[in-house]
């Protein structure tokens, strides 16, 4: 963070009188809200989690050098004291990025690939200057300031992934750190159970576009009709990127090596470059062009842009994470979420992998999908018959639709397995797989498949 008195903290927070602090200390960050990861010079955020109450690590992170404690009550030593600490946050976030008018801010957000855009333009803007990006998700009211206030006087580029479970958070993360610059990738039905229906979602991540000032760019997916319609609802100049030959920034000749993983050639104004990802799955594409067409804006040239996504690599865990085991399986975690939209991008990958084994699948349920749930689940059920399994293991009660689904299609020739949970799941794919096999594991976070990829990997037992 750059350099603020407990005094200015104060300030910008709105903490109530006399706490007892150290006025005049410096907090230098970074700001932490696990007290653990304090150290000399940090402000410690405390927060009400679900397990443990973070008022009572205070002195923890006291003991461990912090410079400053945000909290809403007394926390056993000196502390500013605000009505709530993410507002808190956020007010913190939002003076920060006012003192630096240097910075260049990117936005990310969409139903899917967040993440992995987040990521890979991170990876292309480094070579550009210093740059700071979120840790894994960080992408809310908490965990975005918090990556905001990793940002100092040498950030050069703020990449941050901007995520909405309701109308407003966007407009909310925006007010905290103005984009110059915001990329939306896609609206799916990631959460539309939450918001209502699927035109709320894209309401929500078109506050985005509308969020930029005019001499800012937004960069919108043209494959997405409620993408491009965003167009509509911004000041800034578009950008455009996806497959149809009218994208600013294009992907043309798309195909799959053995390993899923696409290549394609990436067309902008500036002419043609061969892009080969490290990334497995077609979706990737979009990503990877979401990244690009931030890149080129903020001056990358084609060529660098082009080298530097084939180069990128897969910084956040359980995405499409592929591991060769010695006796010859191919486990493909992709188990730290899902959605509709998601689970059919990782079975044509799957399929595309299995080429020349077999292709097995354990699907868990996908959350918040409200009263279309069951249909979408069934959706995904026909998929992966088309997708042309040897096996579908489905997990848990929720999922079961699925195995409707698969039944129903006509191409389904596999075996249908239903088991209640991860380890059921784990000993059913054991079981049934041998070299030359691909098995993908996906399911929402809630679901916890992750568990059982790590034991189809060895990492970890059940
Ligand atoms: N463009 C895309 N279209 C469909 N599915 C995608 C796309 N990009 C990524 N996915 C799927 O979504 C999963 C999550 O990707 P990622 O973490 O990048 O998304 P995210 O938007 O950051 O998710 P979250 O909302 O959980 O933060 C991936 O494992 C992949 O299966
Ligand atoms: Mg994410």
Same mark, same amino acid.
């Given at each position: ?8 903290? @104060?300030?910008?927070?709105?903490? @109530? ?15 932490? &809200? ?46 500013? &004291? ?25 936005? &990310? ?47 050069? #580029? ?5 995520? @909405? ?11 905290? =750190? ?19 229906? &699927? ?88 990503? @990877? ?26 910084? =956040? ?18 188990? #730290? ?126």
């Amino acid at each position: 963070m750059i350099p603020l008195t407990v005094a200015e903290i @104060a300030e910008i927070t709105g903490a @109530a009188g006399d706490c007892g602090a150290d006025l005049a200390a410096v907090v230098s960050g970074p700001v932490v &809200i696990d007290s653990r990861q304090a150290e000399p010079g940090s402000l410690f955020a405390a927060l009400p989690g679900t397990r443990a109450d973070g008022h009572e690590f205070a002195p923890q992170a006291v003991a461990a050098g912090a410079a400053a404690v945000l909290a809403t009550r007394p926390a056993g030593v000196p502390a500013l &004291i605000v009505p709530d600490v993410p507002a808190a946050l956020a007010a913190l976030a939002q003076a920060v990025t006012a003192r630096l008018p240097g910075l260049t801010i990117a936005a &990310i957000t969409g139903s899917a690939g967040k993440t992995t855009a987040k990521d890979l333009t991170a990876q292309l803007v480094e070579s550009l200057g210093t740059t700071v990006s979120p840790r894994a998700s960080f992408n809310n009211e908490i965990g975005h300031p918090l990556t905001v206030l990793r940002v100092t006087e040498q950030t050069r #580029y703020l990449i941050a992934e901007m995520s @909405a479970r309701g109308p407003g958070h966007i407009t909310a993360l925006c007010a905290m =750190s103005p984009p110059g610059l915001g990329a939306v990738l896609c609206v799916g039905h990631a959460h539309a159970g939450v918001f209502g229906s &699927i035109d709320d979602v894209a309401r929500a991540k078109g506050e985005l576009p509308a969020a930029l000032p005019a001499d800012g760019v937004a960069v919108l997916n043209r494959d997405d009709q409620r993408v491009l319609a965003m167009a509509e609802r911004t000041a800034a100049r578009v950008v455009t990127f996806g497959r149809s030959p009218g994208a600013d920034v294009r992907a043309a000749d798309v195909g799959l090596d053995d390993a899923g993983r696409p290549g394609f050639t990436l067309i902008t104004q500036a002419g043609a470059a061969p892009v080969r990802l490290q990334l497995h799955g077609e979706h990737n594409v979009a990503n @990877a062009l979401a990244a690009a067409a931030l890149a080129g804006q903020l001056g990358m040239d084609l060529e660098a842009v082009a080298a530097g996504l084939s180069a990128a690599t897969a910084r =956040s865990r359980w995405r499409m994470e592929v591991t060769h085991r010695p006796d010859g399986v191919t486990v493909i975690n992709d188990a #730290y979420n899902a959605n509709p939209e998601a689970v059919a991008a990782a079975l044509s990958a799957l399929a595309t992998m299995a080429r020349g084994g077999r292709a097995f699948a354990v699907l868990g349920h996908m959350t918040e999908l409200g009263d279309q749930a069951d249909g979408l689940h069934e959706q995904a059920g026909r998929q992966a018959a088309r997708a042309g399994l040897a096996g579908l293991v489905v997990v848990g009660e929720e999922a079961a639709p699925m195995l409707d689904g698969a039944k129903a299609d006509p191409s389904w020739h596999g075996e249908l397995v239903h088991v209640p949970d991860a380890a059921a799941a784990a000993a059913a794919v054991a079981e049934r797989v041998g070299r030359g096999d691909v098995v993908l594991v996906k399911a929402s976070r809630a679901a916890n498949l992750q568990r059982v990829a790590l034991a189809l990997t060895g990492e970890m037992p059940l």
